[in-house]
């Protein structure tokens, strides 16, 4: 579908034009029209399907109107992280630059001076305030900032704000806001946790979803649970009985990725190794040879784990938990294509433990955990909903940016 047969106005079409934005994603084309209608909104989509523009748009729809107050912080979004807080904002930046709406990216750091910058946008009213959890606390609890006149309210990646531990942090700011508000929440998964904090926060809300894409049933699908230095001498046991062919091995940094090359180089096994520090005819040159069969195992970062065309991959090890759903489901997805069948074992250290349980929870089934060889010692228990990512609180790390973008109708904020 195209944007203009959306009910949004001119100014918004303007700046989707000048953005080379033309066809509305599947997620943009359901989310679009219900929040322009006023309707609270549930989106149930992940980082790529153009989640962001699914929600900004609209709402920049109804600010550019010119119809808000203009001295008055007018929508608040709220981010678990100030990577996805930047990314927000790098879009909002893109459509502030066409419409007369600005805004301010407020997120943890220990910079006094980006401190004070946020603290003016947030005091002048930026339109709209993209913030993280524990920073917009830290400058709520100052006094200054003036929510009672938000109309729009957003959470997004929701299950990942409470996986951090930011349940307390939201329900403590829509304290601030006023009971007259349009909520919409985004979210990738929707576990009980994340429909009762709907329950709370949005009123009749209209749920939008998005088919996600699920590995292929045929992809047998394994697990350690282990301790971080058990890892090889798994990677050992697996390969000792027979000569491993078609491995496919990810790490989630280079780092891991060399290390774990050069471990499996003195057990005199054939391997390879793939990551950003390679050129680009290295990297065509390695995956030359993996493909031909001339390197029997290949150790990549996710820069693999996306299009490349091999059908005929055994085996799939996760050394380390994807960091999201969709890495995982990408990394295995290179195994059992086309008819063949293909194994995926993921390696889960104590830390790990929360992060797999989350993609269990997007599998919607739970992962089979094999007992670990004999000789490698005790493994520990699998008990994810104790583990806890580390919270991002008041102050946490970061730097933080204040923008006063794009004009509006009258004023200079
Ligand atoms: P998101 O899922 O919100 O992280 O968006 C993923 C990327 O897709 C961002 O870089 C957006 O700028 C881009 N994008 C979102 N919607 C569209 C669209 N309708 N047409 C082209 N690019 C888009």
Do not use: W
């Amino acid at each position: 579908m195209d944007f203009y047969e959306l009910p949004l106005n001119d100014n918004v079409l303007d700046a989707l034009d000048a953005m080379r934005f033309e066809k509305c994603t599947p997620i943009q084309e359901k989310a679009i029209p219900v929040i322009l209608e006023g309707r609270d909104l549930i989106g149930v989509a992940q980082t790529g399907t153009g989640k962001t523009a699914a929600y900004l748009l609209p709402i920049l729809n109804e600010l550019s109107k010119g119809t808000y107050p203009e001295d008055a912080i007018n929508c608040v979004v709220m981010a678990p992280t100030r990577e996805l807080a930047l990314q927000i904002d790098q879009q909002m930046e893109g459509f502030g630059y066409f419409l007369p709406v600005s805004s301010v990216a407020v997120y943890g750091g220990n910079d006094g001076i980006l401190f004070e910058q946020q603290k003016k946008g947030l005091t002048l009213g930026a339109d709209v305030v993209i913030a993280t959890p524990g920073r917009l606390i830290a400058h709520l609890s100052l006094g200054y900032v003036d929510l009672s006149r938000v109309s729009f309210f957003v959470l997004d990646e929701a299950d990942r704000m409470l996986d951090m531990g930011f349940y307390d942090d939201i329900m403590q700011i829509v304290k601030y806001l006023p009971k007259e508000r349009q909520t919409v929440m985004f979210s990738a998964t929707m576990p009980d946790k994340i429909q009762q904090l709907a329950k709370n926060i949005l009123h009749d809300p209209v749920e939008v979803k998005l088919a996600v894409s699920k590995p292929a049933e045929k992809i047998l699908q394994a697990a350690y649970v282990c301790y971080e230095n058990q890892k090889l001498g798994i990677i050992r046991s697996l390969f000792a009985d027979q000569v491993p062919q078609r491995v496919l091995i990810f790490a989630s940094s280079k780092l891991k990725v060399k290390e774990v090359a050069k471990a499996l180089r003195q057990l005199k096994l054939n391997v390879d190794e793939m990551h950003s520090d390679l050129e680009q005819a290295q990297r065509e040159e390695v995956m030359y040879k993996f493909k031909a069969g001339k390197v029997n195992v290949l150790v990549a970062t996710d820069i693999v784990s996306r299009g490349i065309d091999i059908d005929d991959i055994r085996l799939v090890i996760n050394y380390d938990v994807p960091h999201d759903n969709e890495d995982y489901v990408h990394r295995i997805g290179r195994t059992a294509r086309a008819d063949n069948d293909g194994v995926a074992i993921t390696f889960i250290n104590e830390k790990e433990q929360s992060r797999f349980k989350s993609i269990e929870n997007f599998l919607g089934k739970t992962i089979y955990k094999i007992p670990l060889p004999e000789g490698l010692g005790e493994m520990p228990a699998y008990a994810p909903q104790r583990e806890h990512a580390p919270h991002h609180h008041h102050g946490g790390h970061g730097g933080g940016t204040q923008k006063a973008r794009g004009r509006k109708p009258s004023g200079n904020k």
